[in-house]
């Protein structure tokens, strides 16, 4: 099987976490699949990388913030593939214009446009987990964009979909989707499974387990999406097309 997994910025907080993903993922390779992971930026990272940038130009240019922005998921992604390194498992990380990710020129919020997985495959056929950094990919120019917060997501979803990959899952600190953030509702109920349609709606109502274009993504290429706790090791919410 390909899998496709994506790993949140609280999945990969610190040392015993990063550690924790590696685990999983390289008890996968072992079982015979190809494995490819989408990693966001450590923990409250971009926030600070906003606020460094904020002390030198509070409206430093859009470009310029996308190249430095990008930098946080690219650090996730290098540790994550040195600590799969460290487990016995070949691994290589890629920046999101190595991995072939496309996308219009909106800085800061571009919408991806193709990728062309070609490297993807060559490293995958060559025995190695791949781990790409998310929320960014290049623009026409071959300017580094970022696609908005919460744009792993679509990353993921969007390289499960050009890889035809047989599994997508997305790591988070929450176990599935809720009908109500259970952080502030101890009585919200949690879905098995979810169609894209009622995830929109969740999202449009202020639900933040999902990135919209992501749930896009998946609706357009018919990609079942299952968010679960990077914690628990309990199965989580499938989104999908529930027909």
């Known amino acids: 099987m390909l899998i496709v997994q994506k790993y949140g910025g609280t999945s990969l907080g610190d040392t015993e976490?990063?550690?924790g993903a590696a685990r999983r993922v390289t008890g996968l390779a072992r079982q015979g699949n190809q494995v490819v992971v989408v990693v966001s930026a450590q923990g409250d990272m971009t926030d600070m990388l906003i606020g460094k940038a904020a002390q030198v130009n509070r409206r430093g240019a859009a470009r310029e913030m996308d190249a430095y922005l990008a930098a946080?998921?690219?650090m996730s992604a290098g540790l994550l593939a040195m600590a799969i390194?460290?487990?016995g498992y070949p691994a290589v990380s890629l920046t999101g214009w190595q991995a072939g990710i496309q996308t219009d020129g909106v800085h800061g919020n571009a919408r991806i446009t193709g990728i062309s997985p070609e490297?993807?495959?060559q490293e995958l056929d060559a025995g190695k987990i791949v781990v790409v950094a998310g929320f960014q990919g290049v623009d026409p120019e071959g300017d580094?964009?970022?696609l908005g917060r919460g744009g792993s997501d679509t990353t993921a979803v969007a390289l499960a979909a050009y890889l035809k990959a047989d599994k997508c899952q997305i790591f988070t600190d929450v176990d599935g989707v809720?009908?109500?953030d259970p952080r502030l509702y101890p009585d919200a109920t949690r879905f098995g499974r979810i169609s894209y349609e009622k995830m929109m709606a969740l999202i449009e109502n202020g639900a933040q387990v999902l990135h919209d274009r992501s749930v896009e993504f998946a609706r357009e290429f018919g990609?079942?999406?299952?968010?679960?706790?990077a914690f628990t090791g309990e199965p989580g919410t499938i989104v999908g097309d529930l027909e």
């Open 223 to 229: 990609i079942k999406v299952e968010v679960l706790s």
């Open 72 to 74: 946080g998921e690219q």
């Open 85 to 87: 390194g460290a487990m």
């Open 119 to 121: 490297r993807i495959r």
């Open 17 to 19: 976490r990063v550690r």
């Open 178 to 180: 809720y009908d109500r």
């Open 144 to 146: 580094i964009t970022t």
